[in-house]
Every structure is written in C-alpha cells, then in structure tokens.
C-alpha cells in the first residue's frame, strides 16, 4: 500500500500549469504576508500573494540550497508560489523523484500541487547558481490563481 504521493507528477503539473504573471511591477497590496524570520531583514521578491490565505510555508527567501520546513496540508491540494532572480533557475524538489524547474527572470510560478491528505510535505529549493535570489511561498488549499 502506497504511503505517500508519488510527487514527481505533481511537481510537474506546478510546472505546466503555472501561471504568471506579465506585470513585474510589484504592488504593495500583493506582498499581504510577511517574510518568515529566515527572510528577516532581506527583500523578498513579489510573489504576487492573495490578501488573505493560510500560509503553510510563510513568504521565505534567500540564496543557495535550502530545505524548507516540513509542512501538513489539511486537505489533498496546496498552492505554490515561486520566484527566482539570477542566472540559470531553480529546482523545486522532494529529493524522491525529479525537481521542478523555474527559470530565472520569469515573472512569478504558480501552480497547484496534489498529494495525498495528511502526508508530510518534505521540499527543497536548489538554485543554479549560490548568488541566484529566490523566494517562496506555500498556501493552503487550491488558492486561484491570480497573475
């Protein structure tokens, strides 16, 4: 009997059904949530949050690799929110199958990620490069998805 989602399909519907947005201009109504105390005092990049949600993973950023703190989604679908600045691109990943990638530059990734209900979300952010900024954010639920 399978535990866990297999996550790798998944990752890639964040992917294929991403959405972002052509506005790179950051509005202060879109940044509702504040950074996490990993991101404290650093500029996160617009991920272009909705006012209100139920952060799994509060709005964090930084440069190089890190593991994001284990999350429990109360339903079966969360919401990614994605953002790099840099050369090359990021990779969204559960170390168990292929990572995600999202290119640099590119306005913000969005897209909806399904997994089965209850199971620990284990992710890590793996940029190409260690100067490459990035930021992330992970809501409950089946936010829509706005541009």
Not at 1 to 8: H, T
Request: with cysteine.
């Amino acid at each position: 009997m399978r535990k866990v989602a297999f996550v790798a399909p998944v990752l890639l519907a964040l992917v294929i059904s991403a959405c972002t947005s052509g506005n790179t201009q950051a509005k202060k109504e879109d940044s509702a949530k504040p950074a996490s105390k990993a991101s404290a005092g650093k500029e996160t990049l617009d991920l272009k949050l909705p006012k209100e949600a139920d952060y799994l993973v509060p709005a964090t950023s930084g440069s190089g690799t890190k593991d994001i703190e284990p999350f429990h989604s109360k339903g079966d679908v969360y919401t990614v929110h994605l953002r790099c600045e840099g050369k090359g691109g990021i990779s969204l990943g559960d170390g168990a199958s292929d990572p995600v990638q999202v290119k640099c530059g590119s306005p913000v990734a969005i897209g909806h990620v399904f997994i089965d209900k209850g199971v620990e979300q284990r992710l890590t952010v793996s940029p190409d490069s260690e100067k490459t900024k990035w930021a992330i954010a992970i809501l409950e639920g089946k936010q829509k998805l706005t541009p």
